[in-house]
């Protein structure tokens, strides 16, 4: 095994490793769409806040998401969209074969750019 396929071999077991759980899985989904914060991230996938943050900073721990601050809100969204854009879709299919409920997220943009949060 070439050193490069080696590397490419752990990068993916890494990934594998970090989407492992369902809860984790279940906010890669959601975050496919946009950038959330915990607590939309909290009621989209019907978790509880402790229970996201917890996950959250497992997957920014394997590097896949990033937070921007705004204010108060921490704003999380994923690290390279690019590489995720077809696995989103791939994750949207298996969710939905595993008879996992897909919302639709709840976040709104204002004019400025600000993640309101959904009442």
Do not use: W
Request: proline content about 3%.
């Amino acid at each position: 095994m070439s050193a490069d396929t080696n590397k490419k071999s752990k990068g993916l077991a890494r990934l594998c490793m970090a989407l492992s759980d369902p809860t984790r899985m279940r906010i890669m989904v959601e975050l496919q769409r946009g950038p959330l914060t915990v607590t939309q991230l909290s009621k989209s996938i019907g978790a509880s806040q402790p229970t996201v943050s917890h996950h959250v900073g497992i997957l920014r721990r394997y590097g896949l998401l990033r937070v921007r601050q705004n204010g108060r809100l921490r704003i999380y969204n994923i690290k390279k969209m690019n590489a995720f854009s077809g696995l989103g879709r791939d994750l949207h299919k298996v969710a939905r074969s595993l008879g996992m409920k897909v919302n639709r997220t709840s976040a709104r943009k204002t004019a400025q750019g600000k993640v309101k949060e959904s009442m």
